[in-house]
């Protein structure tokens, strides 16, 4: 099954991704991905390159638990979206599974529609390294797609880690996907997360399901007016939709574009994403320096014995988080 | 002003300190708070042999925006809790302010009534250098009040910025004050800080504004239902409470008291603490890896360029980071 990868040219790379050659964004994906010390200097040109190109997208970040029917809504809202001729980029991230060349047969199955739709590209997140879940490179292969012409991106994460935060800090909306009823359902939900989204969409509102989802929209819509507003002014919407019967995708998107219209006009969208550009790069430097510290062979060796001392309590916090640094500073 | 401070032998802080003498309570303290490497070394060893004696309080973080009446609650409540003959040390983080010296007599005006209560002990945090805006030592600063025997610790912090996350990670309960109504009183929280709250007090509920309170108490208790429950299994419980006319304070203890009960019947209360405890450890590392970091001259003559760089999308964060980074390890 494994080829051995034929090495394309910058300009190559560049080019075919520019064209939106999916074969060639595939590529210009996994060199950005790679762990290779050569490769980085080379993804770094490739990026540097594609980045006047990015930009144009709306970048939606989707999270929810197993079971809220995320893979149903994504196959229904993202055949909504290439109907309306624009381009969809799905990045799939799932934190629980090492996702690799297995997975894009997993992505025919759970959108077999999406999946053939030329006008759509799904790519799983490799995971490995992670920042927060994330894969470290789950932004870049955003911006990739962007340059290939893809105009809606969807980051889709489970909402059960800590994959969320650092998603909302790389899109510009967020659309939590919800089950009616505060019951167990509410349980796999990671707090937090809720105070993230932009809007809610209560899945499943069909048959006789309807009534108790337009009960829990209502009871949404109460709660989370008593919350304070985002930075951006933007209160969270709820809405509720059905995959199945293609009802409420349209409100969904709709609202989307209420929201990027609204922040466009106040500058937020621009100044958000220039922030979010700025964040990333620490985000990456602190995410560097802690793999640096903890995988040291000094910390290695006497980590475990000291945290173990720290939760008997024979010595303070303080101690053992000094003497593990005077440790590396000094190794 | 300023008096040459006399250096006491670690016995004598550590006796001092088990005897609950205020003078040289305070002293600890600010051994602890010092910056001087000399002092670490015997801050440690202090610390070190006053650990057994700790543990043993309540510890409550409370929050509310200016306006809210914190001054007034806290004074109240806890005149409520050294009136039940348990011991209780205030320490009040302001990150907008660098309070020193001068801060002992705005604690003086602010609680005025708490302060001469030899059962109680106030101490402003000393801001500088911070996690998240809290000083790095408040933790240090809670461990020695225990060791001083004082039964219930309040961490207050203004609610409008960092503090509140590293101040959940370091007490049992999270109390946040909140006003009636949801206007613009909610414009001053920070997101995220509602969903850390084990209660909501709503203050001010007298006179006029008592139906007003009820039907706020109503609503958040509606939907914090809507909510997913905090690890501990913990609902927030909403009250209303009037400082002024003493009213609703017995109520608030007695959740807490109910809060602590449960959590020690299923072992969440120590486990909890034995993990904060860990994550203080693991804290401590990442802030002074990124102060060293951020502090570095290779760094601080170039990171703002390439700040800049990044913002205006010349060069991807990713390159930025790496740049950064091979700055410093080369430097």
Chains 1, 2 share one sequence.
């Not at 390159?49 to 997208?57: E, I, N, Q, V």
């Not at 509410?186 to 399901?209: F, H, V």
């Not at 000291?306 to 440790?327: D, F």
Request: hydrophobic share 35%; net charge positive.
């Amino acid at each position: 099954m494994y080829q051995r990868r034929k090495r394309l040219s910058i300009e190559e790379y560049v080019n075919g991704v520019l064209e939106g050659d999916k074969v060639v964004l595939s590529k210009a994906i996994t060199l950005v991905e790679s762990t290779l010390e050569s490769d980085h200097i080379m993804a770094e040109q490739v990026l540097e390159k594609l980045l006047p190109h990015t930009g144009k997208s709306v970048r939606i970040g989707i999270t929810g638990v197993p079971g809220v029917g995320k893979s149903t809504f994504i196959e229904s809202f993202g055949k909504l979206i290439t109907s309306m001729h624009k381009k969809l980029a799905v990045l799939a991230i799932d934190p629980s599974s090492q996702r690799s060349k297995g997975s894009i047969l997993g992505d025919k199955t759970r959108m077999p529609n999406l999946s053939v739709d030329p006008m759509a590209y799904i790519r799983p997140s490799a995971s490995g390294s992670s920042l927060g879940g994330v894969s470290t490179k789950t932004r870049e292969t955003m911006l990739i797609c962007e340059a290939a012409g893809y105009e809606v991106i969807f980051i889709e994460t489970v909402g059960v880690g800590q994959s969320e935060t650092t998603v909302k800090g790389m899109v510009d909306f967020f659309l939590l996907l919800m089950l009616a009823g505060a019951g167990d359902e509410l349980q796999g939900i990671k707090k937090g997360i809720m105070e993230m989204a932009d809007a809610i969409a209560i899945t499943k509102a069909d048959g006789d399901n309807r009534p108790k989802c337009e009960r829990a929209k209502r009871e949404y819509k109460n709660a989370l007016h008593l919350f304070p507003p985002s930075e951006s002014g933007w209160y969270p919407d709820v809405l509720t939709c059905s995959a199945l019967e293609s009802e409420g995708l349209t409100q969904v998107w709709e609202v989307i574009e209420k929201f990027t219209g609204e922040m466009k006009e106040k500058d937020y969208f621009m100044r958000n994403r220039q922030f979010q550009n700025v964040e990333w790069m620490h985000d990456i430097i602190l995410y560097s320096l802690k793999q640096k510290f903890y995988s040291s062979t000094s910390i290695r060796q006497s980590i475990q014995a000291l945290e173990k001392e720290v939760k008997s309590k024979k010595i303070p916090a303080i101690s053992a988080a000094r003497k593990l640094l005077h440790h590396y500073y000094n190794s």
